[in-house]
């Protein structure tokens, strides 16, 4: 007997058949979890991204911040909000940035760096916002490889159904 290539309501546990949480709460929780991830990751790499330190100031750790850690960011954005993660998770980066942007503004910088011009922070942002989509799309693919296009967490509702054909017996073709 072959396995179906999409689960059935049998094969999804029960806690997973319906959403966990209101639209809005758990877009509530996916923001505050994937800031969270983006703002640590940034702390713990040492980087910021408003600051110019000169050209030794991009070294790897900038790099990692600046591409892998969005990815990762909109990843646990996307597996915790669901179906239309991707375009939601464009929006972490902007705050964390800009309360940053805004925090050096009005603190100055320290001895040895220079607030950077906000076109060149504006293109900064904006590239870490689409590396957030990225890894939005990477978490929507993991959801769908794990609960397949049916009742996966965050289905809007006006996401297709699969109709199953009954079983045609064979007195009724006459």
């Given at each position: 007997m072959t396995q179906p290539s999409t689960p059935s309501q049998a094969t999804i546990p029960p806690m997973l058949r319906k959403h966990w949480?209101?639209?809005w709460q758990r877009f509530f929780v996916a923001f505050f979890a994937s800031t969270l991830t983006f703002d640590l990751g940034h702390k713990l790499l040492g980087v910021r991204v408003e600051l110019f330190w000169g050209v030794q100031g991009f070294d790897f750790a900038w790099v990692t911040a600046m591409y892998v850690l969005p990815v990762v960011a909109g990843i646990v954005f996307s597996?915790?909000?669901?179906?239309g993660g991707k375009i939601l998770a464009h929006l972490p980066p902007m705050?964390?940035?800009g309360i940053d942007y805004y925090q050096t503004l009005h603190t100055g910088a320290p001895e040895g760096a220079?607030?950077?011009?906000?076109?060149?922070w504006g293109f900064f942002l904006i590239l870490n916002m689409e590396f957030c989509a990225v890894?939005?799309?990477?978490?929507?693919?993991?959801?769908k490889y794990r609960y397949g296009t049916l009742d996966m967490p965050g289905t809007a509702d006006y996401a297709p159904r699969l109709q199953r054909?009954?079983?045609s017996?064979?007195?009724?073709?006459?």
């Amino acid at each position: 007997m072959t396995q179906p290539s999409t689960p059935s309501q049998a094969t999804i546990p029960p806690m997973l058949r319906k959403h966990w949480a209101p639209t809005w709460q758990r877009f509530f929780v996916a923001f505050f979890a994937s800031t969270l991830t983006f703002d640590l990751g940034h702390k713990l790499l040492g980087v910021r991204v408003e600051l110019f330190w000169g050209v030794q100031g991009f070294d790897f750790a900038w790099v990692t911040a600046m591409y892998v850690l969005p990815v990762v960011a909109g990843i646990v954005f996307s597996l915790i909000f669901g179906w239309g993660g991707k375009i939601l998770a464009h929006l972490p980066p902007m705050f964390a940035l800009g309360i940053d942007y805004y925090q050096t503004l009005h603190t100055g910088a320290p001895e040895g760096a220079s607030l950077i011009p906000l076109m060149w922070w504006g293109f900064f942002l904006i590239l870490n916002m689409e590396f957030c989509a990225v890894g939005g799309f990477i978490g929507e693919l993991l959801l769908k490889y794990r609960y397949g296009t049916l009742d996966m967490p965050g289905t809007a509702d006006y996401a297709p159904r699969l109709q199953r054909p009954t079983p045609s017996k064979p007195e009724d073709d006459q």
